[in-house]
């Protein structure tokens, strides 16, 4: 209900004298918080191990970094440029933004205790900054009270590669908290010992830029709040009927199919957010939508479509059309250095080439039916994938349609229905899982504690094919969501399945989610908020629902 205050409300009635009577009784009862949420860990995504302790940490404003590897001091790109990103994080409050002169000038006024906390020694076992699927992200970090002969306390990542150290800074972030009271950074509930690596690999956000236009400022702050739920992999869904928005030197008329010339995407920009990612742990998989969902490749190139009044699918009887797929496919490759490339094959209607002329009698010609036509475009952009040296992502339609054709590397993307994956591997494929029933962020009904729950290793029993699940995806399709509202509904359901996707099943099979995860899951919303994140509330039904009234962000 809409409640307008129009006029000055200076006037008690006997009831509403009584009601402020009891809001004000209310007011000095001490809020009192259940044992279970007083115990639990406000760390999201969960970590795999951890012991805490009961002492508090001070944190120094002016925190330093070390980098050690090999024994002797390191260099790494990643984790300096890192570093000083969760700095600017934890001492938003703290005087960072005055310089390291100020936070001295305030310790000297105030007379504050030396901090305990003055270096974070990041370790490293290897300086190889490549980033592939199935890069180690595991790491250690043990935040404790100096021994007898140290003074202050002491703060270490140790990681196999930058990346795992990278997940190690996010959790180390998410430990520190601002006192408000002493104006201090703290790490509570010292001394931490926490071991942690994913459950799985792949832990993927797809993002639409097709059906909107997204500027390259907002994919960054997706990519930036990914990082902080310890995702992997964004999947861009750059190209689909309605615009062709990217750039491809070798065919520059495709980009004609973009919605104007202020909405596209220059090679230098794909540059941009690849090496945006990359900096923060992220893999970026493109996707090219093959045969269907392609109407917009013949505004630069008419002979794509079938024919003029019958655009889709691509025009399977041309040896041009598979000139071109080679030729984006050519010139993506110097761009996507990801081992993974998404080529479709979803939602493929044949009438187009049943009813076209030329296109029939091709047919015909090759023996083929419709069926047929389809197995073999599939297969042949595979086969120019593959000589690219990418590995095939194809949706789930292809396996269910033509399961014994397809390159055995292929990459099956369950989004139709339950079972998929289950079928998948149990015939020797890789799956991707991404149930539109429950990961699908653009259908707003569903609730976080559906996505939450959601397991893509449900009906999965044998290890040898648990090991086929590469892991599994939440997908932001954009035919109604832009640039005003893409992050209110990607957050923070997003964030419930990058803890299933991260965290150890035993630790995401709660009894009783409103009291082990809802908490915790409140309060990262809310950090993301503090860090410019526009996540929407939790418990709202529907994802971009504004709070129904005055609140705490906690219990929105």
């Not at 520190?176 to 993927?204: E, L, M, N």
């Not at 069926?371 to 269910?400: C, G, H, M, R």
Request: charged share 20%; aromatic share 12%.
């Amino acid at each position: 209900m809409m409640m307008f205050h129009s006029k000055p409300r200076t006037f008690f009635s006997p009831i509403s004298s009584f009601i402020f009577s009891i809001i004000i009784f209310l007011l000095f009862i001490p809020i009192s918080f259940s044992h279970e949420e007083q115990s639990l860990t406000y760390l999201w995504p969960l970590p795999s191990n951890f012991t805490s302790g009961t002492y508090s940490l001070s944190v120094d404003p002016s925190l330093t970094h070390s980098v050690i590897g090999n024994g002797s001091v390191a260099y790494s790109e990643v984790l300096d440029s890192a570093f000083e990103r969760y700095r600017r994080i934890i001492f938003k409050h703290a005087g960072f933004g005055f310089g390291k002169g100020f936070g001295r000038k305030l310790r000297g006024s105030f007379s504050v205790v030396p901090y305990d906390i003055t270096t974070l020694n990041i370790v490293l076992h290897s300086d190889n900054e490549e980033l592939q699927l199935g890069v180690d992200e595991s790491y250690t970090l043990v935040v404790s009270k100096g021994n007898e002969s140290s003074v202050g306390g002491e703060a270490t990542i140790e990681a196999n590669t930058a990346y795992g150290a990278l997940r190690g800074l996010e959790t180390f972030s998410q430990l520190c908290s601002f006192d408000y009271t002493t104006k201090t950074v703290q790490i509570h509930k010292t001394p931490w010992s926490i071991q942690d690596k994913p459950r799985f690999a792949y832990r993927g956000l797809m993002l639409d830029t097709s059906r909107h236009y997204l500027p390259i400022s907002v994919i960054k702050q997706v990519i930036e709040s990914m990082s902080y739920a310890k995702l992997n992999v964004l999947h861009w869904h750059i190209i689909d009927e309605e615009s062709f928005p990217l750039e491809i030197p070798t065919y520059p008329n495709l980009w004609k199919g973009s919605y104007t010339k202020w909405e596209r995407y220059t090679v230098e920009d794909a540059y941009e957010i690849v090496n945006f990612a990359q900096m923060r742990g992220i893999n970026v998989m493109a996707e090219i939508d093959v045969p269907g969902h392609a109407e917009s490749w013949g505004a630069g190139y008419p002979d794509l479509w079938p024919s003029p009044s019958c655009k889709e699918p691509l025009d399977v009887s041309k040896t041009f059309t598979f000139d071109v797929i080679s030729g984006i496919l050519s010139d993506m490759r110097k761009i996507f250095p990801f081992e993974l490339f998404h080529l479709g094959g979803d939602e493929v209607h044949t009438d187009c080439w049943s009813n076209t002329t030329h296109v029939k009698e091709w047919l015909q010609k090759q023996n083929m039916t419709t069926k047929d036509a389809y197995e073999y475009f599939v297969l042949k952009a595979q086969d120019i994938a593959l000589s690219k040296n990418w590995t095939p992502v194809n949706w789930e339609e292809t396996f269910n349609t033509f399961p014994s054709k397809l390159h055995p590397e292929t990459v099956v993307h369950n989004w139709l229905v339950s079972g998929v994956c289950a079928k998948a591997v149990a015939k020797g494929f890789r799956c991707i899982f991404s149930n539109q029933g429950f990961w699908y962020l653009d259908h707003l009904d569903v609730p976080w504690d559906e996505v939450y729950t959601t397991e893509p290793l449900e009906g999965i029993h044998k290890d040898s094919e648990q090991k086929l699940i590469l892991g599994g995806e939440v997908c932001m399709w954009g035919e109604t969501a832009d640039a005003s509202d893409v992050q209110q509904t990607i957050w923070p359901r997003a964030a419930a399945a990058a803890e299933r996707l991260w965290s150890p099943r035993d630790s995401t099979t709660a009894k009783n989610l409103n009291v082990t995860v809802l908490p915790r899951l409140q309060h990262f919303r809310c950090m993301l908020n503090r860090r410019g994140v526009p996540a929407a509330p939790v418990t709202n039904f529907y994802a971009r629902r504004a709070p129904d009234g005055a609140g705490s962000c906690y219990d929105q």
